[in-house]
């Protein structure tokens, strides 16, 4: 069973990766429960139980405003993600909810192939299973850097 | 020898500004590493007051925090005395760092090298090995540790933001603000406890300078950040403008919330449809509450040369610009609440703080833009920047289409540098 689960969150992970990757945007949010938190923020916050983060987000709707702002409203050099995921580790399974941990590393491929390490860090999960898929009810993306280059358009 | 000597020759020699006016500014300010050398020693170590962190974060006896001013890395430290003390983060011994951490707290500051000990207020007071070892080595008996340490700055703090001075001669920091600057910082933060909601830098691949230059251009706002357009979130009903001190280099950029026409344009807006035909899915992040007495939503106050504080709605944030050479710039931002906000209070400063910092919705533009002009003006360093909108003065204007406090800040930033 715990083998199922982590290669069903596995599963799940790489295709959010994708999405973002592959300029799917609009299918990101859709990962995420109606009632969700996504949070991208700093190692260094994190561990100080600071609050704030680069984006902040408590309702799917608000990813959905992310994705609309970032295709008709933001100025930005474009550019891709290639992200590269570990393993889930499962910390904890309750009933129809999971918590688990992942890796991450994302590279930013720009328009003229300047190719950088843009973040690494981890994804701190909370998912909601259903049936043969999972969503996230949770997911705070903890950079482990704290300096983050030029601007952050594209989610993590 | 010194027949030889020329302007190619000296090291400290300035090219000349090329015009008279503030009209035209040469791009090889962008550029010039000798420019950037002076603005260490005119503006970073000179007779100006730079922004060194928050009181806040330095609450208790013992608490320090590294900073830095210009490419210098600095310690704020709070002593037994309640006070606080600023010194560089530079051992006298050989140079090394003193504190490695950011922040922490420390009965005194020990040098890993060779354990060169600080006090709280940088006096060194202790040297590794001082008197040798079995009656050999050490140093000579004429050394006399009050005679080295780490350059110690001035420290002034107003509502809760600490300042700092490598010039003995600098004015006090409330005659630096000036009249038009203290009672807008007052406005956002005096009488209130602040804390720390969370930090970020942004590394912006630009000059400092052109990134204070985005900060006091008021012109570009309504053009480059298009999210509250998109959204339609602009109200017709705003009024604003910019404030500039004398000097040139502070500057109050804000809008606010003209209460009759506000009235007026809910009528209007009854019969008129709109033509975007976009709209947020959770236009919550906008429901922010009323903090200030006054209608103003919007404060953007910059401290020459490299301090912003920012009200955006709700979103309280200070930004810290720090060179990191020619070509670089840290931009270090720091997201206040204050001791007796609500919960609901704090989740719309965290949703509004969305607006802002490298993923900002009306701020993400900044932190590429200056980058596109560095790049722009690459092959360009004899060309010249115009800086004309609203004239040639670098006064306050009820208008925002102007670029007077761009003007200003290189006023301010020629009678500094001696350009």
């Keep these: 069973m715990a083998q199922d689960v982590a290669s069903l969150i596995a599963q799940v992970q ?77 910390q904890s399974q309750d009933g129809g909810q999971v918590r688990s941990e992942t890796s991450f590393f994302v590279v930013r491929i720009m328009r003229d192939g300047t190719t950088d390490i843009y973040a690494t860090g981890r994804y701190l999960d909370l998912y909601a299973l259903q049936g043969s898929s999972a969503k996230l009810i949770e997911r705070i993306v903890v950079c482990d850097s704290s300096r983050f280059d030029t601007l952050l358009a594209l989610p993590l | 020898m010194q027949s030889q000597a020329s302007a190619g020759h000296n090291p400290t020699e300035l090219r000349a500004w090329p015009e008279p006016g503030l009209t035209r500014v040469p791009y090889w300010l962008f550029q010039d590493r000798q420019v950037y050398a002076a603005e260490q020693r005119r503006l970073f170590q000179g007779p100006l007051w730079n922004f060194l962190c928050l009181a806040a974060e330095v609450p208790n006896v013992g608490d320090f925090r590294t900073t830095a ?76 540790m009050q005679d080295h340490g780490p350059r110690k700055l001035r420290v002034a703090e107003l509502c809760g933001l600490v300042f700092g001075s490598f010039s003995d001669t600098v004015p006090p920091l409330e005659e630096h603000l000036g009249e038009a600057i203290g009672p807008r910082i007052e406005r956002v933060l005096a009488g209130r406890k602040p804390v720390v909601l969370g930090r970020y830098t942004q590394a912006l691949p630009n000059n400092w300078k052109l990134y204070m230059e985005n900060v006091k251009d008021s012109y570009h706002a309504s053009i480059l ?100 050479g020619t070509h670089r710039t840290d931009l270090n931002w720091t997201l206040i609440g204050f001791a007796d906000d609500t919960p609901e209070q704090r989740l719309m400063r965290l949703k509004q703080a969305n607006l802002i910092g490298p993923a900002g919705y009306v701020s993400m533009e900044d932190g590429c833009v200056g980058g596109f002009v560095q790049r722009g003006i690459a092959g360009a360093g004899d060309e010249r920047a115009v800086v004309e909108m609203g004239g040639s003065g670098a006064e306050s204007s009820e208008s925002r289409v102007t670029e007077a406090s761009v003007r200003g800040f290189w006023k301010a930033y020629r009678a500094s540098m001696g350009l």
């Design chain 1, 14 to 90: 790489a295709a959010y990766a994708r999405s973002i990757d592959n300029g799917d945007l609009g299918a990101w949010p859709d990962f995420f429960e109606e009632q969700c938190t996504y949070k991208i923020t700093t190692a260094d916050n994190h561990s100080q139980g600071l609050e704030a983060g680069i984006v902040f987000a408590n309702s799917r709707a608000m990813l959905v405003d992310r994705v609309t702002s970032l295709r008709e409203a933001n100025v930005y050099e474009r550019h891709t993600y290639r992200h590269f995921l570990g393993q889930p580790w499962i």
């Design chain 2, 69 to 144: 001013v210009g490419d210098a890395s600095v310690i704020v430290t709070r002593d037994a005395d309640g006070e606080l003390y600023a010194f560089e983060n530079r051992c006298a011994h050989r140079g090394a760092l003193i504190a490695l951490e950011p922040r922490g707290n420390a009965k005194d500051f020990s040098c890993v090298y060779h354990a060169w000990t600080y006090d709280r207020q940088g006096n060194l007071i202790g040297v590794a090995f001082k008197d040798g070892v079995k009656g050999k080595g050490g140093m000579p008996p004429s050394f006399c």
């Design chain 2, 225 to 324: 950040h298009l999210f509250f357009t998109t959204f339609e979130l602009n109200r017709l009903s705003q009024r604003g403008g910019i404030i500039v001190d004398p000097s040139g280099g502070h500057h109050v950029s804000f809008s606010a919330i003209d209460a009759q026409a506000e009235k007026d344009a809910e009528y209007a807006k009854q019969s008129i449809r709109s033509e975007s035909a976009y709209r947020l899915a959770d236009p919550s992040l906008l429901q922010g509450f009323k903090e200030f007495a006054d209608d103003i939503t919007l404060q953007i106050l910059s401290v020459f040369p490299t301090f912003v504080l920012q009200q955006i709605q709700n979103t309280i944030a200070v930004r810290q610009i720090v060179p990191r």
